[in-house]
Nanobody, 121 residues
C-alpha cells in the first residue's frame, strides 16, 4: 500500500558529496514526518536526520553541519544532501516515514530497502 524507494547512493571519496532521495508512493492520508537512518554491518541502526511537514529538522551530532535534510510535501519526497563525507559515514542508508493511511488511524512507520553509501579512498 505504501512504498518508499531510495536512490542516490554510491561510492565517493572522503570529502566528497552525495545526494540521497526517497520517494513515497501509494495511497495514504498524510506523511507526518520522514527520516534517514543508516546502519553499518554489526552496528545498530542509527537515526541520521528527521524532518516534519513544517520543515522542522533534527540531526545526529555526527552529521550536524555536513548533512542537510529537506522535503517536498507536494511530491512526497525527502532528500539528504551529504557533504564532506567521511569513511565513518559508510553504511546502508534507509528512508523512514511515519505515514497515516487514514485520518482515524495513527501513523505507522514504513521503511525503504536502503541504498549503500561507501566513503573510501
Amino acid at each position: 500500500q505504501v512504498q518508499l524507494v531510495e536512490s542516490g547512493g554510491g561510492l565517493v571519496q572522503p570529502g566528497g558529496s552525495l545526494r540521497l532521495s526517497c520517494a513515497a508512493s501509494g495511497r495514504f492520508y498524510r506523511i507526518k514526518d520522514m527520516a534517514w537512518y543508516r546502519q553499518a554491518p554489526g552496528k545498530q541502526r542509527e537515526l541520521v536526520a528527521r524532518i516534519d511537514r513544517s520543515s522542522n529538522t533534527s540531526y545526529s551530532d555526527s552529521v550536524k553541519g555536513r548533512f542537510t535534510i529537506s522535503g517536498d510535501n507536494a511530491k512526497n519526497t525527502v532528500n539528504l544532501q551529504m557533504n564532506n563525507l567521511r569513511p565513518e559515514d559508510t553504511a546502508v542508508y534507509y528512508c523512514n516515514g511515519k505515514i497515516q493511511i487514514l485520518l482515524s488511524v495513527r501513523a505507522k512507520e514504513y521503511w525503504g530497502q536502503g541504498t549503500q553509501v561507501t566513503v573510501s579512498s
